[in-house]
Every structure is written in C-alpha cells, then in structure tokens.
Antibody, heavy 120, light 108 residues
C-alpha cells in the first residue's frame, strides 16, 4: 500500500522560504506525477502543482514565480519550496498522487498533511 | 482559471436519509470532475472520479452524475461516517485544477 508522509518546519517567518518534503513508501516514485495541495484555515483546497518523476513540473500559475519542486528518485522523495512567504501561505500542506501512472488528475493517495504557519 | 461553486454550503440530513450535493463549474469540463470526502484531522478521501465512477472502497450508496458544468453527488442512506465536508475538483484541460468551497453534511 502506497503511503505518503510530509515533513518540514511547522513555523516559517514572513519573507522566508517554506520547504517541505514528501517521502513515498510502499511503491516507487517512478512513472508517476507527485502533487502538492494546500488548505488555508477555513478555505478551500488549492492545487499547488505537480512534478513528474523525470522532473517535469506543472505549476499553479498564481504561484509559479515563488515555487520550486524537485524529485529524488534514489530516496523516493519529492519536495516543495515556496519563497517570500506571507501569512496567506499559512495552510495544511498535503502531498498526493493519482492512482494511475503518468496521470495527474484526481488524487487517491494522500499524506496526512502538515500545518505550516507563517508568523514572526 | 475554471471557478468551481458548490451548493449548499451546509446540508442538514438525518441518518438514513439522502443527501444531494451540487457542483457547478464556470466553463464546460466534460466529465473531468472528482468528489472528495474530508473529515476533521484526516486527509481528503477520493469518492468519485470522472464525474460518476466510484473510487476503490467507496460504498454503493455514493453516486455521482452530471457533465458539462453541472454535477451532483448523491449519498443514499446516510451513515454516521458520511457526515463530513465534501469537495469537488475539476481537472479539465487547463491548469490549475481547482476545487469548490465545500459542502458540509451535518447531522440534523
């Protein structure tokens, strides 16, 4: 059974960089897109972007200028960085995956989520 | 960006009754719509994809319908574990994928 687990700091200062990693277990990172989704408190889910195991990315245009995604196939991990954070970036961040290889549409596998708070 | 609007915001239903949730998109998306169940403290759980296909492990009391811009999630014979917030997600041609604001199904 595929499992995803987010890790990273729970508190980030304004204007600094938020960095998260998702570790995949129970399956290979190869042949799949890997996705980040977040949910600010009291708001709807927001699709941040996805990275294919080859490193190709698909990013939310509203966040592109501040996003970096990477994948490490040797560690079965993928990562997200968001620069110049503000309070608006405070959210529960989820990593997720489509059930099917080579597909990035609907998400069957999810991490438990990690709350990241932006505050001085 | 395709805007997704769900209604109602809250639905009060008695256990054993039917719940009908609506999702509307700002442009036609064919059948590129998924539904998720979100309970407190847990990650979202995929319920329906391609507008009407139940995900693995989802009971038959859940059904999805619709195409184009109007979609419906129906839950028949609501059970205690079904009370949650439900989100729809569109994944049509153009990024970003977007979610609705959610419908909370609460016990009446």
């Amino acid at each position: 059974q595929v499992q995803l687990q987010e890790s990273g700091p729970g508190l980030v200062k304004p204007s600094e960089t938020l960095s998260l990693t998702c570790t995949v277990s129970g399956g290979s990172i190869i042949n799949y897109y890997w996705t980040w989704i977040r949910q600010p408190p009291g708001k709807r889910l927001e699709w941040i972007g996805s990275i294919y195991y080859t490193g190709t990315t698909r990013l939310n245009p509203s966040l592109t200028s501040r996003l970096t995604m990477s994948v490490d196939t040797s560690k079965n991990q993928f990562s997200l960085s968001v620069t110049s954070v503000t309070a608006a970036d405070t959210a529960v961040y989820y990593c997720a995956r489509d059930l099917r290889p080579h597909s990035d549409n609907w998400y069957y596998y999810w991490g438990q989520g990690t709350l990241v708070t932006v505050s001085a | 960006e395709t805007v997704v609007t769900q209604s109602p915001a809250t639905l009060s239903v008695s256990p054993g009754d039917r719940a009908t949730l609506s999702c509307r998109t700002s442009q036609s998306i064919g059948s590129a719509l998924a539904w998720y169940q979100h309970r407190p403290g847990l990650p979202p759980r995929l319920v329906i994809y391609e507008a009407s296909t139940r995900a693995i492990g989802i009971p038959a009391r859940f059904s999805g319908s619709g195409s184009g811009t109007e979609f419906t999630l129906t839950i028949n014979g609501l059970q205690s574990e079904d009370f949650a917030v439900y989100y729809c997600e569109q994944y049509s041609i153009y990024l970003p994928w977007t979610f609705g604001q959610g419908t909370k199904v609460e016990i009446k």
